[in-house]
């Protein structure tokens, strides 16, 4: 089960934007050391898009704005200068077990 | 450049199935499992399961064991997710996925479901 904080969050244009998920199993694989823990954001009308693997690697194209932290069981995403565009639902997800459980989400605004 | 093309929207009764394709492309197909995923309006992102294109292994949600199934056609590199017995609570716009190493990093742009009698 993942559990993400907090369910919703406004924050100012320009400012740190904090999401964190919590892992109800250590999603971290000891044969090689990776954490598997995805985050993706979600727009209406549009896919959702992978942003961090392995709990902290930004995937292809991100903006470095975007980063992952954490391990075992807590992982973080944060927004480091939040712009317009990022105004999205985001979730955590684990790929460690066959059952690939997504967060709750977390619905980012503007304030 | 890697795609994952899936079919058009459709419209059930309750207590019929309906079958989703995803086709893919600019990647083999048989290398990377494909997972569906769905959303209802208003919800969060649901995982329904998994499908090793290679062997079609199978992994299910709990939620939706004994209702769904999910196959492919190699040879057209396509993959199916069908569900039964729908209800009003299936309509949703159900998505595919390829997952490697680094996770779900390929979407298929959705199939809505609608359920209405």
């Known amino acids: 089960v993942m559990t993400q904080s907090p369910d919703s969050l406004a924050v100012s244009l320009g400012e740190r934007a904090t999401i964190n998920c919590k892992s109800s199993?250590?999603?971290?694989?000891?044969?090689?050391?990776?954490?598997?823990l995805a985050w993706f954001q979600k727009k209406p009308g549009q896919p959702p898009k992978l942003l961090i693997y392995?709990?902290?690697t930004r995937e292809s194209g991100v903006p470095d704005r975007f980063s992952g932290s954490g391990s075992g069981t807590d992982f973080t995403l944060t927004i480091s200068s939040l712009q317009p565009e990022d105004v999205a639902v985001y979730y955590c997800?684990?790929?460690?077990?066959?059952?690939?459980?997504f967060g709750q989400g977390t619905k980012l605004e503007i304030k | 450049q890697v795609h994952l093309v899936q079919s058009g929207a459709e419209v059930k009764k309750p207590g019929a199935s309906v079958k989703v394709s995803c086709k893919a492309s600019?990647?083999?197909?048989?290398?990377?499992?494909i997972n569906w995923v769905r959303q209802a309006t208003g919800q969060g992102l649901q995982w329904m399961g998994w499908?090793?294109?290679?062997?079609?292994?199978?992994g299910y949600a709990q939620k939706f064991q004994g209702r769904v199934t999910m196959t492919r056609n190699v040879s057209i590199a396509t993959s199916y997710m069908e569900l039964s017995s729908l209800t009003p609570d299936d309509t949703a716009v159900y998505y595919c996925?390829?997952?490697?190493?680094?996770?779900?990093?390929?979407w298929g742009q959705g199939t809505t479901v609608i359920v209405s009698s």
């Open positions: 996925a390829r997952r490697g190493s680094r996770g779900m990093d390929v």
């Open positions: 600019g990647h083999t197909f048989s290398y990377y499992d």
């Open positions: 499908m090793n294109p290679n062997s079609g292994n199978t």
């Open positions: 199993q250590s999603v971290l694989y000891s044969s090689d050391n990776k954490n598997y």
């Open positions: 392995w709990a902290t």
């Open positions: 997800q684990q790929y460690y077990s066959p059952i690939y459980s």
